[in-house]
């Protein structure tokens, strides 16, 4: 099996956050990129102008001649067909991005005797220059042949993070958690935040306000570990405050109500695990929530 090194040419086939942010924090570790690409070409030139010795090329076959490792950081779509349009061999890697999926979509390559693994950042990319900001202190999930999964392993290491091997069956559960702690967190503070609106204040100044605890709810979980860190109504067992809570939902943002009672209703097997409810405190509230479940749907 080929092996890749630090020193093995890189091209990128998508330079959009993550393909853009890693480009960029491979280079400035000394990793050779060479060549890139994108449908546009906007983005990948744009790109070769910030990286010494690299170049934009409109032709995918010119960044497979010109780099012995291939990242795919295109969306999860295109990756399949592009890699399939491709024609590899034994000498190169082929290495995509995707959280949910696995080497399967690179079967192409592998079949043409390729080396092929993905590399995906647990990290929520919203643009390159912020994507830069968060890499080190990440942790990448790595799966593959044996040759990459090292090499990658390497790069995690050298770019700050830390890295996690993962079964290929195993990679849509991983990411589904990586989603709700994600993309949907996001979301769901959006959500929160829109409340704000209703108290003569911005969701502006509210997510501003909220993110500030938010930040401190990260540094309680990694510190103080499940279910230490968890606190407020349900571990306190304040019946009244969360009948309050479940009363304005219903009267005011009934569309919150059925959001609201679900996250209840995961918080308080947590409470019972903090050993600070007894199971009375947690029957009556667990009926409360049902009730006004029933409610909202
Ligand atoms: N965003 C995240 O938070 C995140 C986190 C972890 C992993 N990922 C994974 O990283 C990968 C890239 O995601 P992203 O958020 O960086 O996407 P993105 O910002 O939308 O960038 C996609 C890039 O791919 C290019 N592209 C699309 N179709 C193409 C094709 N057929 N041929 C060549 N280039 C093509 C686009 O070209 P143009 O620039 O010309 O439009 C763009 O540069 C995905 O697999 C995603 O699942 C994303």
Redesign the pocket.
């Known amino acids: 099996m080929h092996k890749f090194s630090s020193k093995s040419n890189i091209g990128f086939?998508?330079?959009?956050?993550?393909?853009?942010?890693l480009a960029l924090s491979l280079h400035k570790n000394n990793y050779p990129v060479v060549a890139l690409?994108?449908?546009?070409?906007?983005?990948?030139q744009k790109l070769a102008k910030m990286i010494p010795n690299s170049k934009a090329y409109k032709s995918?076959n010119e960044i497979l001649d010109r780099s012995e490792v291939i990242f795919?950081?295109?969306?999860?779509d295109?990756?399949e067909?592009?890699v399939s349009s491709l024609k590899w061999q034994p000498d190169k890697a082929v290495i995509?991005?995707?959280?949910?999926?696995s080497t399967d979509i690179l079967e192409h390559a592998s079949r043409q005797k390729a080396s092929v693994g993905t590399f995906?950042?647990?990290?929520?990319?919203?643009s390159i220059e912020k994507?830069i900001e968060s890499i080190p202190g990440t942790t990448f999930a790595i799966e593959g042949d044996p040759n990459i999964k090292n090499y990658l392993k390497d790069i995690a290491f050298n770019l700050g993070g830390s890295h996690i091997f993962l079964k290929p069956e195993d990679k849509v559960l991983y990411h589904v958690s990586?989603v709700m702690l994600?993309?949907l967190l996001t979301s769901f503070a959006a959500t929160t935040a829109q409340i704000w609106d209703s108290i003569g204040l911005s969701r502006e100044e509210g997510i501003k306000s909220l993110s500030h605890m938010m930040q401190q709810v990260s540094k309680n979980l990694t510190t103080l570990g499940i279910p230490a860190a968890v606190a407020g109504p349900y571990p306190r067992g304040d019946i009244g405050t969360i009948k309050k809570h479940l009363d304005e939902l219903y009267n005011k943002y009934p569309k919150i109500l059925p959001l609201y009672c679900e996250l209840a209703l995961c918080a308080l097997p947590l409470a019972i695990e903090k050993g600070s409810i007894n199971i009375e405190t947690h029957n009556e509230i667990h009926q409360i929530i049902l009730e006004y479940k029933k409610l909202s749907s």
């Open positions: 086939i998508g330079t959009g956050s993550v393909g853009g942010s690409s994108s449908k546009s070409n906007k983005s990948a995918l795919i950081t295109t969306t999860d295109a990756i067909t592009v995509h991005c995707s959280g949910a999926a995906h950042p647990l990290q929520a990319f919203a994507g990586g994600g993309g």
